[in-house]
C-alpha cells in the first residue's frame, strides 16, 4: 500500500501532464516573471516554492525507494525539475482555460474525492492518512490541491468530448475505406459441449448417439459459459478456435457429431449444423458499432488535443531565467521561444 502511495502522491500535481500535447505553449516577451515566480501562464504565476515542494517530494518518493536522486545541475535533474514545471504549467493553463469556459471544482466534489482516497489506501483510518502525508512532506491542503486538479481535468476532458458525435457518413465512409478489415472468414454453425473429464465427454457422446437432447445436456453440464444458454450454439469461424475444434468443424459434413475432442480448454463434443458459409465482407450493420467506437475515440482525442493547442495559445508561458525547458529554447531574458 504505501509502495503504490508513495508513487501516487508526487504525480497526482501531473495528472494534467499526461494530456496529448508534449508543447509549453508559446511566449509572450512583453510579460515580465514576478519575484519568487519561475513562470508565468497568462495572468497565473508558478511560484517557485511549489516547484521546489513538488522536487521535495520526488526526493523523498526515490528514497523511499532505494533509488539515488540526481545531483542539482546534472542534466537527471533538469529534466526532472522540467517536467515538474511543465506540469506546473499545465495546470494553470488548464484552470485559466476551463474557467473560461465555466468548468469549475467544488469544495464538496474535493471532499468526496479525498474520502474515496483515504478508503481505498487507508481503510478510512485517518491516522495512518496523516503519518503517510508526513512521511510524504506533504500537507493535507497540498494534496487537497493536488486532487482538485486531477478533478479539474477530468472535468474538463468530459466537457469537451461530450460535444463529439459521430454520423452515419462517417461510419459508412470508413467501412468504405476499410473493408479489408471487416472481411468475415469461412464459417458455420455448431453447436458443442465442453467438459474437463474424458470419462464424463464419453458418457454424454454415449447419450447423444442413442438420442439425447444436445441442447438440454449442454445447458446441463457445458463448461463454456457463452454458449450454454443457447444450448451450445454458436457461429464458428476458420481459424477463429482451437485447431483441432476448428480442423474437425471444416472438415465434417453437416449433422456430423464428433467424438470426444481434447482442447487446451477440455473435452468437446461438437454437432455441425450447417453447411460451410463462405468468406465474405461483413455487413455494415454489424460493423457498425465497433466503426462507431473507434472513430468517437479517434474524434475525442483530436477534440482534446485541439482544446489542448488552443488554452497554450491563450494562455502564453513566460519562464524566469534558468528555468525555461531545453527543448523551448530561451532568449537572454529568460522568456521562452517555443
Not at 313 to 334: L, R
Amino acid at each position: 500500500m504505501a509502495s503504490s502511495l508513495r508513487k501516487l502522491l508526487p504525480l497526482l500535481l501531473l495528472a494534467l501532464a499526461a494530456t496529448l500535447v508534449a508543447a509549453c505553449g508559446s511566449s509572450d516577451s512583453s510579460k515580465t516573471v514576478p519575484p519568487g515566480a519561475v513562470a508565468l501562464v497568462g495572468d497565473k504565476a508558478i511560484e517557485k516554492a511549489d516547484l521546489d515542494r513538488l522536487l521535495a517530494q520526488a526526493k523523498t518518493n526515490y528514497e523511499a525507494q532505494k533509488q539515488e536522486f540526481p545531483d542539482v545541475g546534472t542534466p537527471q535533474y533538469e529534466t526532472l525539475k522540467s517536467t515538474l514545471l511543465k506540469g506546473l504549467v499545465r495546470q494553470a493553463q488548464w484552470e485559466q482555460a476551463g474557467a473560461a469556459m465555466g468548468v469549475r471544482v467544488s469544495e464538496k466534489e474535493i471532499d468526496t474525492q479525498l474520502a474515496a482516497f483515504k478508503q481505498q489506501y487507508f481503510e478510512g483510518d485517518e491516522k495512518k492518512f496523516k503519518a503517510e502525508l508526513d512521511k510524504q512532506g506533504l500537507t493535507v491542503e497540498q494534496l487537497h490541491e493536488q486532487l482538485r486538479a486531477r478533478l479539474l481535468s477530468h472535468k474538463i476532458y468530459s466537457a469537451v468530448i461530450k460535444k463529439v458525435k459521430v454520423t452515419d457518413a462517417e461510419i459508412k465512409a470508413y467501412y468504405d475505406n476499410h473493408k479489408a478489415q471487416y472481411l468475415q472468414p469461412e464459417s458455420r454453425e455448431v453447436r458443442h459441449i465442453l467438459v474437463k473429464k474424458r470419462s464424463l465427454a464419453d458418457e454424454l457422446y454415449a447419450k447423444l448417439k442413442n438420442g439425447a437432447d444436445f441442447a438440454q445436456l449442454a445447458r446441463k453440464y457445458t463448461q463454456d459459459e457463452a454458449s450454454k444458454a443457447d444450448g451450445g450454439n454458436f457461429t464458428a469461424y476458420k481459424g477463429k478456435t482451437v485447431a483441432p475444434f476448428d480442423k474437425f468443424v471444416f472438415a465434417a459434413k453437416k449433422g456430423d457429431l464428433s467424438k470426444p475432442i481434447k482442447t487446451e480448454f477440455g473435452w468437446h463434443l461438437i454437432e455441425v449444423l450447417s453447411d460451410v458459409k463462405p468468406a465474405a465482407p461483413q455487413p455494415l450493420a454489424e460493423a457498425k458499432a465497433t466503426i462507431s467506437s473507434t472513430l468517437l475515440q479517434q474524434q475525442q482525442n483530436e477534440a482534446l488535443k485541439a482544446w489542448v493547442k488552443d488554452a497554450q495559445s491563450e494562455y502564453e508561458v513566460t519562464y524566469a531565467p534558468g528555468y525555461a525547458p531545453a527543448s523551448t529554447g530561451t532568449t537572454d531574458s529568460g522568456t521562452s521561444t517555443g
